[in-house]
């Protein structure tokens, strides 16, 4: 079965400091991953997502991520933080020509973005 | 485009009462998803609907809960009889087609309290 890990329950990082928020994944087959951002009282947001190609993935609002299939990953990333920019972020990995196997999500890691 | 709509915002009822909730996706897109997000957790798919037509509800806890998508637009979801474990924000959420690369658009939804 597919399952995201998000080993860090909260990240906090300094406004204009670089920011990296993990993801491990475990599937059977090439995944497709993603990571949406959950600001308070909202749903979730899209921000990027990896399918094939290009390891490094650019997403919305200066985000990007790397996948790296080695090492099972797909952290998320982003040069200079934004107090903007705390909120909730979710990793998620899919398994495609698989049936219908659902979007399976990660428990989320908060990131605080302090001035 | 306007987004995912959902109502209500917010609910309280005591254990053993139903509710429902709703659910308007963005115009055009076929495949509507429910989702139950407890806190602390990241969102666990309850039911996917392609059009009007069931593609998953394997995670649906039948005996009390309950969805339907009639004329593939909008969609109800319904819990008879409630139980303190079912107190969560259900998430609505859309997509353009069954493509599982599609991102989902999800709604901001509906914080449910079973005291």
Do not use: M
């Not at chain 2, 407890?38 to 649906?60: E, R, Y």
């Amino acid at each position: 079965a597919q399952s995201v890990a998000q080993p860090e329950d909260q990240v906090n990082v300094a406004e204009g400091n670089p920011l990296t928020v993990k993801c491990t994944y475990s599937v059977s087959g090439n995944p497709y991953l993603f990571w949406y951002v959950q600001y308070p009282n909202r749903g979730l947001q899209f921000l990027l997502k990896y399918i094939t190609g290009d390891n490094l993935v650019k997403g919305s609002y200066g985000f990007e991520a790397e996948f790296n299939k080695s090492q099972t990953s797909f952290h998320l990333k982003k040069p200079s933080a934004l107090v903007s920019d705390s909120a909730l972020y979710f990793c998620a990995v899919r398994v495609p020509y698989s049936g219908n196997t659902p979007l399976v999500f990660g428990k989320g890691t908060r990131l605080s973005v302090i001035a | 485009e306007a987004g995912v709509a959902q109502s209500p915002r917010y609910k309280i009822i005591e254990k053993r009462q139903s509710v429902a909730f709703w659910c308007n996706p963005i115009s055009g897109h076929a495949t509507l998803y429910w989702y139950q997000q407890i806190l602390g957790q990241g969102p666990k798919l309850l039911i996917q609907f392609q059009n009007n037509g069931v593609v998953d509800d394997s995670q649906l806890p039948k005996d009390r809960f309950s969805a339907e998508r009639l004329k593939g637009v909008d969609s109800t979801l319904k819990i008879q009889p409630a139980k303190l474990e079912d107190s969560a924000v259900y998430l609505c959420a859309s997509s353009a087609g069954q493509g599982e690369n599609s991102p989902l658009h999800f709604g901001n939804g509906t914080r449910l309290t079973v005291t």
